[in-house]
């Protein structure tokens, strides 16, 4: 069933449900998610909506891509039951009231998009309060929207429990992301150094400790196969903050551009 409205959701309180919020153009990383939501719920609410208050100015909002069809009958295989994909109009009244986050932005994404994380925590919490599930459903590619998401949840006393899931890989590594789309034949093949990268760093890190020249390696590494580094650093997952000593809250973190694509990912360094 495809819901459009927010008025018109069923929630069911007799039922559990699991919460898989997207933006569509759904690859095997989202279907992970809705696989583990069927096995832990009664009903799988699949959300399709490309959130244009997540998206800066000079960012992809027009070109991201839209799949609708593809993604109804992909998601269905893995188990989703409900669809929910509003238009933007029933979604963002013409002022809409913003949800910010501190704290866990102040670096990494929340420093280099500007207004992104107020746009992700506040449809995360619309979609809440349309769906009301047990559950949701997030993954962890996506390191620093997970921490914000969490903050949210425990700041606002949200009666829901979060499950952050493993990122999905491509064979070579790369981390699977609807924006691979966009990166040319000699691009993909470049991409999957990143995770390469990461794991070298996260190697070098448990044998010899933090070090900067790490970081600086990779960064050149990466930088001389052609990408554009934003950040390779080492994070504490719980605030969110640049940190210089390895514990078992750290994540690498990186953001990089190849040509006009930009990607990131992460990795837990311990375990
Ligand atoms: P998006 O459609 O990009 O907003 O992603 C929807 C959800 O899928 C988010 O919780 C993402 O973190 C998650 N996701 C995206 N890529 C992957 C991946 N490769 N593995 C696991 N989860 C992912």
């Not at 893995?78 to 866990?104: H, M, N, R």
């Not at 925590?121 to 309060?129: E, P």
Request: with cysteine; net charge negative; glycine share 6%.
């Amino acid at each position: 069933m495809i819901i459009t409205q927010p008025k018109d959701f069923p929630i069911s309180h007799t039922q559990s449900t699991g919460l898989v919020p997207t933006m569509g153009a759904l690859h095997e990383g989202h279907l992970s998610l809705i696989r583990r939501a069927k096995q832990e719920n009664d009903r799988v609410v699949v959300s399709i909506f490309v959130n244009p208050t997540q998206f800066g100015p000079n960012e992809d909002f027009a070109k991201y891509p839209r799949m609708l069809d593809r993604d109804i009958e992909r998601a269905s295989s893995a188990g989703a039951d409900l669809f929910f994909t509003p238009s933007i109009e029933s979604i963002y009244s013409s002022q809409p009231s913003i949800i910010k986050v501190p704290g866990v932005t102040e670096f990494f994404e929340g420093e280099l998009r500007p207004g992104h994380f107020e746009g992700v925590a506040t449809i995360v919490s619309k979609l809440f309060h349309i769906v009301a599930p047990n559950r949701a459903y997030f993954g962890m590619k996506d390191l620093q929207q997970c921490a914000v998401i969490r903050k949210m949840v425990n700041d606002f006393n949200e009666p829901v429990e979060l499950i952050f899931c493993e990122t999905t890989r491509e064979p070579d590594g790369l981390a699977m992301s609807s924006r691979n789309a966009y990166l040319s034949v000699v691009e993909r093949e470049k991409a999957s150094n990143i995770y390469a990268e990461m794991q070298i760093a996260t190697k070098k890190l448990k044998e010899q400790g933090y070090s900067n020249e790490i970081f600086l390696e990779a960064k050149a590494s990466l930088t001389n196969l052609g990408f554009q580094v934003q950040y390779f650093d080492l994070v504490e997952w719980n605030t969110m903050k640049p940190s210089t000593t390895v514990s078992t809250e750290s994540f690498i973190v990186v953001a990089a551009k190849l040509g006009s694509t930009r990607l990131i990912d992460n990795l837990k360094v311990l375990g």
